[in-house]
């Protein structure tokens, strides 16, 4: 599977509206081109600011072999760092999940505010420049209390992002809401089917049926035009972000809202609401709101709690989800939400869609798989691979 193949060549092959070709999905000189071109160049969803509330908290995030650490300093400003001592390297941090004053180096015990400067370096000369030392940091920004890192030096351009998803976030106010739960799940499978199979819901009536109880069209045979409408004007007037995101050109966001199944309140197996209303809702009745950023992030959400899905690839055939479950800061667990409840919607259908993948890479993986055409409504899974191999092809670019 890794012999050597030219990039160009399957790039100049693709043709928009097939699945891509076999050597996308396998191939490591292809992985490690998308990770120089685009996850490295791109905005990636690193995790959740409330996960970080009082200043020293931190957690890691590691993407192959680039380790970050997000830390809030004592101003309440999240900051990214690599984590690697400037002195010989040693990572810095090793608990996925903590609380430091100060980031003290394990192996010398070199000293690191949270804003990545050197604040001590013992029994070096007196000559010794500490600036010189400082953590080498990454861009970060937060837009409606979800944190994106950026590993490029001159990172795009994060306003198109913030514009997009920050109206929808908004009402959430997921700076101060509580992580209920975080699960992780290791598919067998390349990154990218993960992303095409959250971008369509072809396979929804028949993989999903506790999804398509709630919501209502999702099995692509019942007619919401007239219920979307009426219901858009009720959220318009209340305020609630309606307008329509694609991803077009460089722009990496998607966000819609849309309907609950009448009746439904929530994203629960039996339909009922499974926490308070967040953030500024009051009532059951925001629909979903569902967003994307390529290449990594997709979040559902519902009045009473956020779902959110990290995508991280390890190598071309394992990929690593992280499922949030976000729920409002004053929610009390056991009176308020209770954890089967609130994580078994996306539980179930969360495996539902792991089999999906590992399955399809499967397939995938066989003499027989060639490129096979996409639905006319797999057509946000076209958007998808469109502007993977855009990326990709402009990335390669001398
Ligand atoms: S490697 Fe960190 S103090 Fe030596
Ligand atoms: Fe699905």
Known sequence: MNHKISIQDLIGRYRSGYSLEQDFYTNQEVFDAEF???WKTQWIYAGNACAIPKAGDYFLYRILKEDIILIRDNNGEIH????????????????????????????HQWVFDKDGTLLNARMM??????????????????????????????????TPIHDALGPYLQPFL???ARVAAQKNYTLICN???????FRECYHCGGAHPEYCNAVIGANLREDTSTLTAAKAAGWKEKGLATTLVEVEGDHTSYAVRYPLRPGVESYSIDGKRVSIPMGKHTDYDAGVVGLVNYPNMWVDAVSDYVWIMRVTPVSPYVTELEFYWLVDEKAVEGKDYHLDKLTEFWEVTGDQDGQLCENNYRGIQTSGYQPGPYAPVEDQVVNFVDWYVRKLQAGLQP
């Open 36 to 38: 120089e071109h685009i």
């Open 80 to 107: 990214a760092h690599y984590n690697s001592c400037t002195h010989r390297g040693s990572a810095l941090c090793h608990e996925q999940k903590g609380h430091a004053a100060k980031l003290v180096c394990p192996y």
């Open 125 to 158: 000369p007196e000559d010794f420049c500490r600036e010189d030392f400082n953590l080498r940091s990454v861009q970060v920004n937060v837009t409606g209390g979800l944190i994106f890192i950026c590993l490029a030096d001159n990172p795009p351009d994060f």
């Open 174 to 176: 997921l700076n101060n």
């Open 191 to 197: 990154w990218k089917l993960v992303a095409e199979n």
